[in-house]
């Protein structure tokens, strides 16, 4: 029940760090450049296309061989149907046409909490996100280095984003810089907090997958929390 209000709760504090950076402005991540790209050319809202989207690199990365996680099908729906509802409730939506200093902490509070909400909701250790599953499938396949494939990723769908309307800036160049640091200080944040415990057995399997597949959220992989016998460490205490 822990792991699953930590699920949940990473996820919700991850749809909230993207509203944050849609109402600054700026230029939105990758992915999201995408998602808001499909939402101007259809029918479907900002968060029903990241559920749309998300649902489908699932499938893809389902037939490429990945393994699909309960927390995986979980990120694909719950990320989208969180920015649907925040964003109806207007959430700091007043703030949107706020001068430049004021969208720029937007901006920064935004991607901080992307940073925060990602190692609960690894940390869960219910399974990769969806991109993290594409990403770790075509490595697997093409062989490829793992930030080669993410770059070719990541660059090919801001390109389609950017093409279909989706929002690129100086948002986009600092959640590229931005994000992985973030990460990095969550995770050592929760290792040093009452939340973290060491992992058993089985339980380091999915922190050291888990930790792999982070790759492909922040571009960078953040070392796996451990104790101070270097043992792993889950994220949160379940």
């Given at each position: 029940?822990?792991?699953?209000?930590?699920?949940?709760?990473?996820?919700?504090?991850?749809?909230?760090?993207?509203?944050?950076?849609?109402?600054?402005?700026?230029?939105?991540?990758?992915?999201?450049?995408?998602?808001?790209?499909?939402?101007?050319?259809?029918?479907?809202?900002?968060?029903?296309?990241?559920?749309?989207?998300?649902?489908?690199?699932?499938?893809?990365?389902?037939?490429?061989?990945?393994?699909?996680?309960?927390?995986?099908?979980?990120?694909?729906?719950?990320?989208?149907?969180?920015v649907d509802l925040l964003l109806r409730l207007g959430v700091v939506s007043d703030l949107?046409?706020?001068?430049?200093?004021?969208?720029?902490?937007?901006?920064?509070?935004?991607?901080?909490?992307?940073?925060?909400?990602?190692?609960?909701?690894?940390?869960?250790?219910?399974?990769?996100?969806?991109?993290?599953?594409?990403?770790l499938s075509l490595t697997r396949r093409t062989r490829g280095r793992v930030g080669i494939?993410?770059?070719?990723l990541e660059a090919t769908v801001t390109v389609i984003g950017f093409s279909l309307g989706?929002?690129?800036?100086?948002?986009?160049?600092?959640?590229?810089?931005?994000?992985?640091?973030?990460?990095?200080?969550?995770?050592?944040?929760?290792?040093?907090?009452?939340?973290?415990?060491?992992?058993?057995?089985?339980?380091?399997?999915?922190?050291?997958?888990?930790?792999?597949?982070?790759?492909?959220?922040?571009?960078?992989?953040?070392?796996?929390?451990?104790?101070?016998?270097?043992?792993?460490?889950?994220?949160?205490?379940?």
């Amino acid at each position: 029940m822990a792991r699953t209000l930590f699920l949940v709760g990473g996820l919700f504090l991850f749809a909230l760090g993207i509203v944050l950076m849609v109402q600054a402005g700026l230029g939105l991540s990758p992915w999201d450049v995408l998602n808001q790209g499909v939402a101007e050319h259809t029918p479907l809202s900002f968060g029903a296309a990241n559920i749309a989207i998300s649902v489908a690199v699932v499938a893809l990365a389902w037939r490429l061989g990945a393994r699909i996680g309960p927390g995986t099908v979980a990120n694909a729906i719950l990320i989208g149907v969180f920015v649907d509802l925040l964003l109806r409730l207007g959430v700091v939506s007043d703030l949107s046409n706020a001068g430049l200093a004021s969208r720029t902490l937007m901006l920064a509070g935004g991607i901080g909490l992307i940073g925060l909400a990602t190692p609960l909701y690894i940390g869960a250790g219910m399974g990769a996100g969806p991109r993290d599953s594409l990403m770790l499938s075509l490595t697997r396949r093409t062989r490829g280095r793992v930030g080669i494939v993410r770059t070719f990723l990541e660059a090919t769908v801001t390109v389609i984003g950017f093409s279909l309307g989706g929002t690129v800036g100086i948002g986009t160049l600092a959640f590229a810089f931005g994000i992985g640091p973030a990460v990095d200080a969550s995770f050592a944040l929760l290792a040093r907090s009452a939340l973290a415990v060491p992992a058993s057995g089985s339980d380091r399997g999915q922190r050291l997958e888990a930790s792999s597949a982070e790759r492909a959220e922040t571009g960078n992989a953040p070392p796996l929390a451990t104790d101070d016998a270097g043992m792993p460490v889950s994220c949160v205490r379940v």
